[in-house]
């Protein structure tokens, strides 16, 4: 089989839970699970989710009142929510807890009635969801674009089932929604209709583009999504410019509170980590293993390791990026929580430890030749996001990975005009152009022996 055919089909299997399913991963998940003696159920994957979930819930009652929750809302659901929003600072932490527990517990929702299994995919997704509900995502922006996706599916005479995840993922277009209805002064009739018929239509040729844009990185950008995202919102951007409309892309973000939301950070990884170890006979057996995986596309941790080992690489990438903030000095706020999310969710999904460090060392690297303060939250969040291109520093080698982390950083910084905000995932975006530049440099000059036959190597 040639390469590109291959990669064409890996690239539809990245959008396709049921290929993911195939019996064979579930014959090598069965057998990970057998041997930690622990009957890890898809059930019990989904009770995990459903308990992290509702912590972020209860966690919204400890930062705020019922009341100036509701109040809350009222304002991100009404906001533009561009980049950078952030939930925390134009209304308040509860809200953002608050909004971001509904917005995963309808995911989850979606997803269990859809009867999808709860693999690294899914996990990545729903934590992508949970992490960009604190500055972007809301309850008004995410239906229409959803409902595209779906129809795309009723289109192709498929089930539904094979695009959720990427109906999650696609929801990184929020914000075309919600900039239409309320940004950009239309009545709000009018703003409603456009607003989700622009959704609608993004969400309906994502999936597509998606598969497709898989060639373009050949798998080392992990948001996958994002660049097709960044793609779509780009043109959405350029029809809105052409009309005479201009959107607002300024930073609006929270500072000085740290210290709670730190100890919010450490409990629920740390909660994390014990069901992990739990599920793993108290040991760290098999994290070893993990991270001798590149993380390339598609790279289901969950089936190659098994849960409990998934569960202590998440954690662990938690604490990571979390003491990477606090240690330069930056802010939590919902942004860069909303980071530290993403990088935890892939962490069923792509990264690790391993292939996660050096693009961190590349980005801060080059924030210190650069105009963009290590500490601020523009800066932070190319670290973190950055490690989208995870899969180059675990296929390469760690100074590879350090080169994608230093050229991210000046790359992320200047396609977000092209796109006015409108995709969330704008290291997604970013990351696509830098994997697509240097994933054929490194194999030109010899770092491959073979690209076909390693991609292929990824998945024994």
């Known amino acids: 089989m040639e390469f590109k055919d291959k990669l064409i089909q890996d690239g539809e299997a990245v959008l396709d839970n049921s290929a993911i399913e195939s019996s064979e991963n579930v014959l090598i998940e069965e057998e990970v699970l057998y041997i930690n003696n622990v009957m890890v159920t898809d059930k019990l994957k989904y009770m995990v989710m459903t308990m992290m979930t509702l912590f972020l819930l209860i966690s919204s009652l400890v930062f705020n009142t019922p009341s100036e929750i509701m109040s809350g809302m009222k304002l991100i659901i009404v ?11 134009i209304a308040n932490i509860g809200s953002s807890l608050f909004n971001s527990a509904l917005i995963t517990m309808v995911g989850i929702i979606v997803a269990r009635v859809n009867k999808v299994e709860m693999n690294g995919p899914m996990i990545a997704a729903l934590l992508t969801l949970a992490g960009f509900s604190f500055f972007g995502k809301n309850l008004y922006n995410t239906w229409g674009i959803m409902a595209g996706v779906y129809t795309y599916s ?43 018929l622009a959704g609608f239509m993004a969400g309906f040729v994502l999936p597509p583009l ?61 909660i994390m980590l014990f069901i992990g170890l739990f599920l793993n006979q108290f040991s760290f057996k098999g994290l070893s293993d993990l991270f ?55 962490g069923a999904y792509g990264k690790h ?17 650069n105009v963009y303060d290590t500490a601020s939250t ?3 969040l190319a670290a973190l996001f950055g490690t989208t291109l995870a899969p180059i520093a675990g296929h ?22 092209l796109h006015g905000g409108m995709n969330l995932y704008n290291n997604g975006f970013s990351g696509g152009f830098v994997a697509a530049a240097l994933a054929p440099l490194f194999e030109s000059v010899g770092f491959l022996k073979n690209r076909a036959d390693n991609y292929e190597n990824l998945y024994k």
């Open 154 to 196: 009723v289109f192709k005479k498929e089930s539904f089932d094979k695009y959720i995840v990427q109906a999650l993922f696609s929801t990184a277009l929020g914000p075309l929604i919600s900039c239409i209805t309320f940004g950009i002064e239309l009545n709000l009739i009018q703003g409603i209709l456009l607003g989700n």
């Open 396 to 417: 390469y080698g760690p100074i590879h990975g350090i080169i994608a982390g230093f050229l991210h950083m000046s790359m992320t910084m200047n396609v977000s005009y």
């Open 292 to 346: 001798k995986l590149s993380g390339r596309l598609s790279s289901d941790f969950v089936s190659q390791v098994g849960f409990g080992i998934v569960l202590i690489n998440m954690s662990l990438l938690g604490f990571l990026s979390m003491f990477y903030v606090i240690l330069l000095g930056g802010d939590l706020n919902g942004p860069v929580i909303g980071g530290i999310f993403t990088v935890v969710g892939f």
């Open 378 to 380: 523009v800066a932070l």
């Open 210 to 270: 998606a598969s497709h844009f898989l060639l373009f990185h050949q798998g080392y950008s992990i948001y996958n999504i994002g660049f097709t995202a960044g793609i779509i919102g780009m043109f959405f951007m350029a029809a809105l410019r052409g009309l005479g409309f201009q959107t607002e892309t300024a930073v609006h973000v929270l500072s000085g509170m740290n210290e709670p939301l730190s100890m919010f950070l450490i409990l629920m990884f740390s």
């Open 79 to 89: 906001s533009p929510s561009t980049l950078v929003t952030d939930y925390f600072e």
């Open 353 to 369: 430890l391993r292939n996660v460090v050096p693009i961190l060392l590349g980005v801060y690297i080059a924030s210190l030749f």
